[in-house]
């Protein structure tokens, strides 16, 4: 008779280490010395240096503010690959509604939500989950999260949204088609500030019908040696443009390159939304749009959440290169066309990170 095989036992989530009472984190989740340049405390950072650019969307309605609030945008995305957008229109009420849902689920006994684990290993990506050791580093981060599909409706799969709380399903829905008309009024805008037609880059990214929505909350737990861990480590997005919420508990880090380059801890902006430039739409302005590199720090004191919203073109339909009337007359493309499953499956336009020498993860 054959020996039964016992399937390995799961790592336990980040939750539950952080609930143990552990005054030391696990060996795995210590970053190497070469990335805790400026790593620390989010609760704790210096406040001196530069704060990320903010872009009132409310000027975008008149002609004179038009004009401010385009400049604005494409400085921004040049100069550092993100932003806070005020004004944006997406209802406060609702926004509410998120925050609560999303904290509601990660409320719930880690048992309850173990019933919509993902995973990987047999490419079931939605659901809720941590993150592997498929790294670089081989380290793992100090977050769980939940990941799914919420625009269009007609490709979201419901049955892998959490049932509880049950404002989920109607507040993510309605806050997913929120952002659907957002992503749209941020594609005209950064078009405009190429010079080129207000409908280019969403065209360029499938059109009104095909552009993705997918949504990955990050729960962030406390952390005993935050100077030691990261909640995100550094990387691009490969999405177009990414949205993101938070719960009021800073932890965002950019790396600007103006002067000699450095981490810049993202403020809190009230009723603001973050908004970066991803690896598409740096292949489309032909480089002239920056795709960030950015992580998240995490703290002692208060779990923090996060919603990232990323607006990803077709995997195959679309042909991702620079729009036509950024080359020739002396510029030439700086991006060979890819598909967007291309370039995910290589990540052939990897950024390389400031303190490490070597290639940011490929992952949102």
Wanted: glycine residues 8%; contains cysteine; charged residues 25%.
């Amino acid at each position: 008779m054959a020996a039964k095989i016992t399937p390995p036992t799961p790592a336990p989530r980040v939750e539950t280490l952080a609930a143990s009472g552990l005054t030391t984190i696990p060996s795995e989740f210590v970053r190497p010395e070469s990335e805790r340049h400026h790593l620390a405390d989010a609760l704790n950072k210096c406040t001196d240096g530069p704060e990320f650019p903010v872009v009132d969307l409310g000027e975008f309605s008149s002609e004179e503010g038009r004009r401010r609030c385009v400049e604005a945008a494409r400085a921004a995305a040049e100069e550092w690959g993100v932003m806070h957008i005020v004004n944006h229109g997406v209802p406060e009420e609702l926004i509410e509604r998120v925050r609560a849902a999303g904290k509601g689920f990660f409320d719930l006994p880690v048992e309850e939500k173990e019933k919509y684990a993902n995973d990987q290993s047999t490419g079931k990506i939605q659901g809720y989950g941590s993150k592997l050791a498929n790294n670089a580093s081989g380290r793992l981060e100090w977050e769980d999260y939940f990941f799914h599909l919420v625009f269009p409706p007609a490709k979201a799969d419901l049955a892998v949204w959490p049932a509880v709380p049950a404002d989920y399903i109607e507040a993510t829905t309605l806050f997913a088609e929120e952002l659907r008309r957002l992503a749209t009024k941020m594609l005209c805008i950064l078009s405009l500030g190429l010079g080129v037609d207000g409908g280019e880059l969403e065209a360029a990214l499938g059109g009104q019908d095909e552009l993705l929505l997918q949504l990955k909350i990050n729960y962030y737990p406390r952390c005993p040696q935050p100077e030691l861990a990261l909640g995100v480590e550094a990387h691009t997005d490969v999405s177009s443009l990414s949205f993101i919420l938070h719960n009021g508990v800073p932890g965002l880090q950019v790396f600007n390159n103006g002067g000699a380059g450095r981490w810049v801890t993202a403020a809190v902006v009230p009723n603001s939304i973050i908004v970066h430039v991803g690896d598409a739409l740096e292949i489309l302005s032909n480089g002239r749009y920056h795709s960030v590199l950015h992580r998240g720090l995490v703290n002692r004191e208060k779990v923090r959440i996060s919603w990232a919203v990323f607006c990803e073109p077709p995997r195959e339909k679309v042909v991702l290169r620079p729009l036509p009337e950024l080359v020739g007359a002396g510029e030439a493309a700086r991006f060979a066309p890819r598909t967007f499953a291309e370039h995910v499956e290589r990540k052939l336009f990897k950024k390389v990170g400031p303190t490490t020498g070597g290639e940011a993860a490929a992952a949102n």
